[in-house]
């Protein structure tokens, strides 16, 4: 082969390999885009906050606790307590959110942070209007402020129009259940509270927070309803919870069927969902009242 054959040769050659190499390109599916700044979170209700905002795509990472099946493909990185630093490090969020009660934040938290390039975001949801403040928090890191502000302006509505729907209309003392027995309670001062007084109920106890109490202890609050909180409950707890009321049948609740099990996996979420949670116990408890179709949370 002369010269100048040998330079044609290669020529087609390398066509040939970069027309490969373009069809390889084309064949490759290309990775979603994720916005920056981009965020781990560790908090389900900070997750699903920023799936309702419309921020989804700023996740790079979720806790262990996220069920939500908009999440299944991002990776786990942990939980409150125990982060795994290595896949964070990898990962390099800009954003980490968290919720710890003051002065729990666990030791050398904030210097892993600091050490992968990531900033802590720690929430405190506790009540109702706690979510609002999640929301701008989230949206102002994110750097999507339009969009927070949108979902708390969809979520007070919401929330307004089924307080409004039961205006007027008897509050019924219900106990808030949140195990598959009837014995851990949700309390006043919380989020559960503040939705059981918006859906036309009274938290038959006085006690704050979240209480365990024992069978003579729930005999004497003689709740009129129950609404037991069991997100994503299987059959057998389902029986299990059943069975435990059948024991206690001079309960009034019990005595009026008045003992409802809510499964719904955001039941107890402080998160984009809390106006259908609302709406869900306005409908035990007052089934003639019309309820608005705003209650519905965004996809």
């Known amino acids: ?13 390398f066509a040939l390999i970069a027309l490969g190499a373009g069809c390889n390109r084309k064949a490759a599916a290309p990775a979603p885009a994720v916005k920056s700044p981009t965020v781990a979170s560790l908090v389900p209700a900070a997750t699903d906050l920023l799936m309702g905002m419309g921020c989804g795509d700023h996740l790079v990472a979720v806790s262990d606790f996220d069920l939500d099946a908009r999440t299944a493909n991002l990776p786990r990185v942990g939980d409150y307590q125990h982060a795994d630093w290595e896949k964070l490090s990898t990962l390099r969020p ?24 990531a900033t802590q975001l720690n929430l405190h949801i506790e009540r109702l209007s706690d979510i609002d403040v999640a929301m701008i928090s989230l949206g102002t890191a994110c750097e999507e402020p339009a969009k927070a502000a949108a979902e708390v302006k969809r979520l007070r509505q919401s929330i307004e129009a ?41 938290n038959a106890t006085t006690a704050a927070r979240y209480v365990t109490i024992d069978r ?56 984009s969902h809390v106006a259908e949670s609302a709406a869900i116990f306005a409908q035990k408890l007052h089934p003639e009242a019309q309820l608005p179709s705003t209650t519905q949370a965004s996809p």
Not at 179 to 200: E, K, M, P, V, Y
Not at 242 to 265: G, M, N, Y
């Open 1 to 13: 082969m002369n010269q100048r054959g040998g330079r044609l040769w290669l020529l087609k050659v």
């Open 94 to 117: 800009n954003l980490i959110v968290t919720q710890f009660d003051s002065g729990r934040i666990p030791a050398g938290f904030i210097e892993q942070c600091g050490r992968i390039g």
């Open 162 to 202: 089924v307080r409004h729907a039961l205006a007027g209309r008897p509050r019924i003392r219900t106990l808030i259940v949140i195990g598959a027995t009837g014995l851990d309670l949700a309390g006043r001062d919380t989020f559960l509270d503040d939705l059981l007084n918006t859906a036309g109920g009274e």
């Open 216 to 271: 003579e202890a729930l005999a004497a609050l003689r709740p009129d309803a129950v609404l037991q909180l069991l997100p994503g409950a299987d059959a057998r707890t389902l029986e299990q919870a059943a069975a435990f009321w059948d024991t206690l049948p001079e309960l009034p609740a019990v005595k009026e069927h008045r003992v409802w099990q809510l499964t719904p996996s955001f039941i107890m979420q402080p998160g």
